[in-house]
């Protein structure tokens, strides 16, 4: 497998998710990016942006094994993980699994349970296991969460622990369509569409999850110079000195910049890494990590805006 059949590959993702999803171009290109580095993506936007339907949509399109958590205050954690129930017939403890087991997890409005609850999800998103009782439990291959939560300001909610919202690879921005969209998805509707059967749709899987974990060892093989990766860390360090923040990009996110970055240099074509690559990518790992000060805020300003100064501040390698 090589960067052009990768290219191929996501040019047909792209045009089955077409029969589903309008004007949700980016924030699909991300999923799929997440899904072939490994990583986890934050979907942000306010109630019926679709955010739910694009991940139901990655999921049939890659034939994954997809459960979706509603998460609510009440909501504990063995209601995540499973619990041990006793067996009266053999006299043993065994797991009753919970919706964790699974390849793709949506964790819908992941910001409406505490953080006690949040916090179930830390070792599954990074170590890929379970640990109940002393045991440990392997999760699938591939897995992934897709979390989404409504905007901060809306009521019954709770913020995101920094250490959870470290370990997602991607916070997507999820808005409102435009009016030409918007017009397009109620002639959808109009014409009989329903989002909870896509096979109806004409969706048709193209994936499977033996591909991913070849896509993934494909991708391993990208080449980055030298000079790019002193660029990924230049904006990193930079991140850490901004006067408008007083909380930068971890090392984890410049990992994270340069997996991703790989990924999609390959689904371009190309089996080599670009600055603009990082470019490209820098917004979506850093806006969920990086903290602004107070006096940034009263500017006016907001992540993305910061981290277009910091992109601005580091001087881009030829």
């Not at 435009?178 to 569409?193: M, P």
């Amino acid at each position: 497998m090589n960067p052009t059949d990768l290219q191929t590959t996501f040019q047909q993702l792209r045009q089955e998710a077409d029969k589903v999803l309008v004007g949700l171009e980016e924030p699909f290109e991300l999923l799929v990016i997440a899904l072939l580095t490994g990583g986890h993506v934050l979907l942000e936007g306010v109630p019926g942006t679709a955010k739910t339907l694009m991940a139901k949509t990655v999921a049939h399109l890659v034939q994954a094994e997809f459960t979706r958590i509603q998460f609510t205050p009440d909501l504990m954690p063995s209601d995540i993980l499973g619990t041990s129930v006793f067996d009266l017939n053999s006299g043993q403890f065994h797991l009753k699994q919970g919706p964790i087991f699974t390849q793709m997890l949506l964790a819908d409005e992941i910001n409406r349970a505490p953080a006690k609850t949040q916090s179930a999800l830390l070792e599954a998103m990074e170590e890929r296991q379970v640990n109940l009782e002393g045991i440990r439990y392997p999760l699938a291959v591939p897995f992934m969460v897709i979390a989404t939560q409504n905007p901060l300001e809306y009521e019954g909610t709770y913020p995101l622990p920094e250490a959870q919202l470290d370990r997602f690879l991607f916070k997507v921005l999820v808005p409102y369509s435009d009016i030409q969209t918007e017009i397009e998805v109620l002639r959808r509707y109009h014409q009989g569409f329903d989002p909870h059967h896509l096979a109806t749709s004409g969706l048709t899987p193209l994936l499977t999850a033996d591909f991913v974990v070849q896509a993934r060892q494909a991708i391993q093989a990208i080449v980055v110079e030298e000079g790019v990766l002193e660029y990924i860390a230049r904006l990193t360090a930079v991140s850490r000195q901004s006067p408008d923040l007083t909380l930068g990009a971890s090392t984890r996110a410049a990992t994270h910049v340069l997996l991703a970055a790989k990924t999609f240099a390959a689904l371009q074509g190309r089996d080599y890494v670009t600055p603009d690559d990082i470019k490209s990518i820098v917004p979506s790992v850093y806006r969920h990590r990086i903290l602004l000060k107070p006096e940034a805020e009263i500017e006016g300003l907001d992540a993305d805006a910061v981290i277009q100064r910091l992109l601005g501040q580091v001087e881009v390698p030829r």
